[in-house]
């Protein structure tokens, strides 16, 4: 049982140039989420989806997509990076227990470095 | 507005003594949770407590409490008998209508609080 995985850990792109963060977890989760972290901000969410074939945008959607073709994985494109999109981003699933409390997984994280 | 506030950008506190990170909070949702996380320098985040707006009592995990005063909005931390190892940036952070799977995933942040412990 891995949980939630992240690729790559460290990225450094060009400005204009795209790419596509992994994430995936083995836990049967519908829920997933995207956040990213900047300096003296706290984690802010992008996408989130509350199962396959379904997805919504955050708080801080603009330059990015997301799809969700399969409970396991919900990868994150950046279409055209810019400076602003340096940041390290989280990828994040969730349940909710029998008890209607949430556990949210966080992965590892990804390092991305825009020039 | 800030859905989340931690005033507290950095806190000091002495190995085995207690220590108080504030976290209030807005909104108008009547079922909501509150969730306090830590990130070691390593960069994970790590889940330690939670609390829903229903829950009568305060929330426990071994040295972690949560000091849940609803009326006021807040949702103190307080770490007993603080350890070297807990030296780390904590974030306090809520989900609105936890009656909704809808909004499962969705947490809203504060700025976070950077504890660190000294021998």
């Known amino acids: 049982n891995a949980g939630v995985t992240q690729t790559p850990k460290f990225q450094v792109l060009k400005t204009g140039q795209s790419m596509t963060l992994q994430c995936a977890q083995d836990?049967?989760?519908?829920?997933m989420s995207w956040y990213r972290q900047d300096p003296g901000m706290g984690l802010r969410l992008i996408h989130y989806?509350?199962?396959?074939?379904?997805?919504d945008q955050g708080e801080v959607p603009n330059g990015y997509n997301v799809s969700r073709s399969t409970t396991e994985d919900f990868p994150l494109r950046l279409l055209s990076a810019a400076p602003s999109q340096t940041s390290v981003y989280f990828c994040a699933s969730s349940e909710l227990s029998a008890a209607s409390t949430e556990t949210q997984y966080f992965g590892p994280g990804t390092r991305l470095l825009v020039l | 507005a800030q859905k989340i506030t931690q005033t507290q950008p950095g806190m000091f506190v002495q190995e085995k003594e207690a220590v108080t990170l504030d976290c209030t909070y807005d909104?108008?949702?009547?079922?909501?949770?509150l969730f306090w996380y830590k990130q070691p320098s390593s960069g994970e985040m790590i889940f330690l407590i939670y609390?829903?707006?229903?829950?009568?009592q305060n929330a426990t995990e071994g040295r972690y409490s949560l000091n849940f005063q609803k009326a006021r909005k807040s949702a103190n931390l307080v770490i007993s008998a603080s350890q070297l190892g807990d030296s780390a940036m904590y974030f306090c952070?809520?989900?609105?209508?936890?009656?909704?799977?809808?909004?499962?995933?969705?947490?809203?942040f504060g700025r976070g609080t950077q504890l660190t412990v000294w021998p």
């Open positions: 989806s509350v199962g396959a074939g379904i997805t």
């Open positions: 609390q829903g707006s229903y829950d009568q």
């Open positions: 952070a809520m989900r609105e209508g936890m009656n909704r799977g809808s909004t499962l995933g969705r947490l809203y």
């Open positions: 836990m049967n989760h519908e829920y």
């Open positions: 909104t108008s949702d009547p079922s909501y949770g």
